[in-house]
């Protein structure tokens, strides 16, 4: 896939996360205050929060709402664990509009990839970033690859395959983000060697796909970075 801009109704934005004004905090509401104080270290916190309040300006920046006036809904659904308030499948209502914005959001090292659907159609949006070629993602190939996927890997130069891995990878984060089940998904059913996600599911997904690979300048991200977004569009009406 040749990096591509962002989907038709894909609003994408890059921020580093330690030039976010931490002073903004007031903006987020209970449960993500809440969300906040469960991380273990001052560093941490600060990254969520920073993340969190980069995804409220840019939504308000979309919407022209306020980012203190939105209502975060998350929902995790392979979690029944009430105890960690506000995580899993990110959504904001808006006072601006009837139903709850798509959104999706990616941290990685200082820099985080923050997106936003207005169009109502779209039934699911995900996006994901990753630092450098296969940082971390020793054994990933043997576990959360599909035979095409490492077909695909097998046919390209030894000193490529780092970097293809981590295009792969990013593609299916996004994708399994836009499902909505994250990793809790088996990854290796999930094939992204193509520009069209193959989901090995029965019955399969209704719906279209669009998957992006990111170019990091169009985004704003640094070079060394890799990212993707992936949308699942809800079938249209029969036509009459
Ligand atoms: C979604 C997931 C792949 C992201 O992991 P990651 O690469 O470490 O982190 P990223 O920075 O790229 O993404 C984090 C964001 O993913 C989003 N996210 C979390 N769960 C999600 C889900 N089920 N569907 C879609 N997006 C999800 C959130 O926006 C989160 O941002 P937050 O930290 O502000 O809440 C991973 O957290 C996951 O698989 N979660 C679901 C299964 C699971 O382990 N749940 C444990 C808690 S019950």
């Excluded at 560093?43 to 840019?58: E, M, Q, S």
């Excluded at 929902?75 to 990110?90: E, K, T």
Aim: charged share 25%; with cysteine.
């Amino acid at each position: 896939m040749t990096p591509a801009a962002a989907p038709q109704g894909l609003s994408l934005a890059a921020v580093r996360l330690s030039g976010v004004d931490l002073g903004l905090e007031h903006v987020l509401d209970d449960d993500e205050v809440a969300r906040a104080g469960m991380f273990r270290s001052q560093a941490l916190r600060d990254r969520f929060v920073a993340g969190r309040i980069a995804l409220r300006l840019h939504i308000g920046a979309l919407t022209g709402d306020s980012p203190g006036s939105l209502q975060a809904l998350y929902s995790c659904p392979s979690c029944l664990n009430r105890d960690i308030p506000g995580h899993g499948i990110p959504g904001y209502r808006v006072p601006s509009r009837t139903s709850p914005l798509r959104v999706s959001l990616s941290r990685s090292e200082d820099w985080c990839l923050v997106a936003a659907c207005l169009d109502d159609g779209v039934a699911g949006v995900g996006v994901d970033l990753e630092a450098e070629s296969s940082a971390g993602l020793d054994g990933v190939q043997s576990v959360a690859m599909t035979e095409n996927e490492r077909e695909k890997l097998r046919h390209v130069a030894p000193a490529l395959r780092p970097a293809l891995m981590t295009r792969l990878w990013v593609r299916k984060e996004a994708v399994l983000k836009a499902l909505g089940t994250g990793l809790a998904r088996d990854p290796a059913r999930v094939d992204v060697a193509g520009p069209i996600p193959r989901l090995f599911d029965e019955p399969p997904l209704q719906g279209r796909w669009q998957l992006e690979d990111l170019d990091p300048s169009t985004v704003g991200l640094p070079d060394e970075f890799t990212a993707a977004c992936a949308i699942r569009i809800l079938p249209g009406p029969e036509p009459k």
